[in-house]
């Protein structure tokens, strides 16, 4: 190749270097024309219409309701019966008589093994778990919508950076072929020229492949059809963390899941204290009155009476047992939750560290360096120094470099909103 089709080549890349450092998407004709999203649009779409919140946040009306049943006074309800009795009474000589006798009473059944006091217990703690499960599913879709739009925005600028590397390697390598054709360049540049416009022709393809992927997985968390959901907006880079392993770890304690936890076994245990208190007979007291005899001489009577069955074959050992499983595996869950999830949050602050590092490796010393080269591979072929071969190479890490940058963000975004889902940060 001549040296002034080298320097056209180069200096195709040289003054694409700025625009591949800084990708702004565009609306292309893969993406339909509507109003761009924002994350904070995304996210308040999903606490709206994501339909594992709503279904969570339906088992309220239950929860609730058993809360107001465990508080009522009496957990038995009062009973009132009423007999009619009419009697036809034989009389020497006369017609039967006609009585009609009546008798009328309430009772109501108290429960004698505190009862009440675990079932309210244990309402009351089942209602505080499920509010804290909900608040746990609204922060875990948040998590997760997050992660998805940045991962959409992720890949239009790695369209947008591969359509202007498809431009850019298509133009040079036309021009190497006019100077082909010319007899000026030979064939072997030209074969190398039109395999590095391939390359990028399938980087472009398999780009938005992996864009409509994503996009269709964020429009479903969306409760968009996939062609409606509009172009993310928004920008890459990370703002800065207002936080230290410290304050993560000091931040579990209010962790939504694991107070979720710690409630769902306080509710367990009360509900195994509630089963062995209902071994505990119950006693039903009632008071009756009535009146009997014939209508000359009525009687009035009142009638008390107490019934206490007596626990002698059902001991409620099923519910006893049962209740004292779902508390231990209650207190295994919390415990193995607690543990598990301090492991998460150092392991993901690792991470986190490990990628910030790399990212200000990338945009401090590689980046800066490699368009540096590029300006250098310029002049030097011009010098004669190095040839396609080089140039090509020099022009090649600076598009992977780019790649790196994209992907660095993407995975750094998705490790903060893991460990912020993990230690409950922000605490509100």
Do not use: C
Not at 15 to 30: D, N, Y
Not at 141 to 153: A, D, K, M, N, P
Not at 352 to 366: G, H, I, K, N, W
Request: no cysteine; proline share 5%.
């Amino acid at each position: 190749m001549r040296p002034k089709t080298l320097a056209l080549a180069g200096t195709l890349f040289l003054l694409a270097a700025p625009v591949f450092a800084q990708v702004t998407p565009t609306v292309t004709a893969t993406t339909p024309q509507l109003d761009p999203l924002t994350l904070q649009e995304a996210l308040l779409r999903a606490a709206q219409a994501n339909p594992a919140l709503r279904a969570k946040q339906a088992e309220l009306a239950a929860a609730e309701g058993f809360n107001t049943d465990a508080r009522s006074v009496l957990f038995n309800n009062p009973q009132l019966a009423v007999d009619k009795t009419r009697r036809l009474v034989p009389q020497a000589g006369l017609s039967p008589e006609r009585r009609n006798e009546w008798t009328g009473g309430v009772s109501q059944t108290f429960e004698t093994g505190g009862q009440g006091g675990f079932r309210r217990e244990t309402a009351s703690s089942a209602l505080e778990a499920l509010r804290y499960e909900i608040d746990d599913a609204q922060r875990r879709i948040r998590s997760e919508v997050s992660t998805r739009f940045y991962r959409v925005l992720a890949f239009q600028q790695r369209v947008e950076l591969e359509s202007q590397a498809l431009k850019l390697f298509d133009d040079a390598a036309a021009a190497v072929q006019k100077r082909r054709v010319a007899g000026e360049d030979t064939k072997l540049d030209a074969n190398v020229a039109l395999v590095e416009a391939e390359r990028a022709r399938n980087q472009l393809a398999l780009a938005r492949e992996q864009l409509n992927e994503e996009r269709n997985d964020l429009a479903a968390r969306l409760q968009f059809v996939g062609p409606e959901l509009p172009m993310a907006q928004g920008e890459l880079t990370p703002a800065p963390i207002g936080f230290t392993l410290n304050d993560l770890l000091a931040s579990l304690e209010s962790q939504p899941r694991l107070l979720a936890f710690s409630a769902r076994e306080k509710s367990a245990n009360a509900r195994y204290r509630l089963e062995r208190a209902s071994v505990s007979p119950d006693v039903t007291v009632g008071l009756n009155v009535g009146r009997e005899g014939p209508g000359g001489a009525r009687e009035r009577l009142t009638t008390i009476s107490i019934s206490v069955p007596l626990p002698i074959f059902k001991r409620n050992a099923t519910g006893i047992g049962q209740a004292s499983t779902a508390a231990t595996q209650a207190q295994i869950d919390r415990e193995a939750a607690q543990r598990d999830t301090r492991a998460n949050v150092l392991s993901l602050w690792t991470r986190l560290t490990s990628q910030e590092q790399r990212l200000r490796r990338l945009q401090d010393v590689v980046l800066p360096a490699l368009t540096d080269n590029l300006s250098l591979s310029v002049k030097s072929r011009q010098a004669g120094q190095i040839g396609l071969l080089e140039l090509i190479v020099v022009n090649r890490q600076a598009l992977d470099a780019r790649r790196d940058l994209i992907e660095a963000l993407t995975e750094y975004h998705s490790t903060r909103a893991a460990l912020e889902l993990e230690a409950g940060w922000p605490k509100e």
